[in-house]
């Protein structure tokens, strides 16, 4: 694969399913996918340490992000359950900025960063479901799959169904609001048991997305 690869995660999110009954937290299964990739591919981890952001300067925030995702072509967020704080505003948390620079492109004096590919990898929740974001079989007649984007964070929220010219199912089931067809989202979904299992497939339909970035209304900031 050869990629570099920034991922963004709720490191102490343990709504997540666990391993053999240990205590499991996001963080655990970024380290399967460490230990999974190929030995060509670097990645590099968002901020895990669990700093408060609320007196962060947007200077610092951007020198700590900025330098992180600078380097890297794909962002891979896991998607779980617990990752957003409610009762915290999203300006105030890690992901939230981790995606927007993700998203943007970024100018120094030695080099030029481009948007980068974006992947959104679902992790089973405590009771490992999935149905908290993805939602199959939705339609008796067609089998499409609904995603819940209200539980995410908004920067990834208007970047899923932003394809500027969309292609729509022709199942009648669903009168005016038929599903999308085909790669309707810059930052595509997965679930981490498809994911963990060819990881290199679904990296590359991010990136083949990515290739085609211009047929998207990215939106960058929030």
């Known amino acids: 694969m050869g990629k570099k690869i920034f991922v963004s995660y709720k490191y102490a999110d343990r709504l997540v399913r666990q391993f053999q009954g240990s205590p499991t937290t996001v963080r655990d299964y970024v380290d399967i996918l460490q230990n999974k990739i190929d030995k060509s591919d670097h990645i590099n981890k968002g901020e895990d340490d669990g700093e408060d952001m609320s007196s962060l300067a947007d200077s610092t925030i951007a020198s700590k992000l900025g330098n992180k995702i600078f380097d890297s072509s794909v962002t891979i967020v896991f998607i779980s359950k617990g990752m957003k704080e409610n009762d915290t505003p999203e300006k105030d948390q890690w992901i939230h900025w981790e995606i927007s620079y993700s998203l943007r492109e970024q100018s120094r004096q030695y ?71 085909g790669y309707s989202s810059y930052i595509y979904s997965v679930k981490w048991d498809d994911f963990i299992d060819n990881i290199n497939k679904y990296v590359d339909i991010a990136v083949n997305i990515w290739k085609n970035r211009n047929d998207y209304n990215n939106r960058k900031t929030v």
């Open 111 to 181: 080099a030029n960063s481009k948007t980068n590919a974006i992947l959104a990898v679902v992790l089973p929740d405590e009771s490992g479901s999935y149905e908290y974001f993805i939602k199959d079989n939705t339609c008796p007649h067609c089998n499409c799959k609904t995603l819940q984007t209200s539980v995410l964070f908004q920067i990834l929220k208007y970047n899923m169904f932003n394809i500027k010219q969309p292609e729509f199912s022709d199942c009648q089931y669903h009168g005016q609001n038929r599903p999308y067809k």
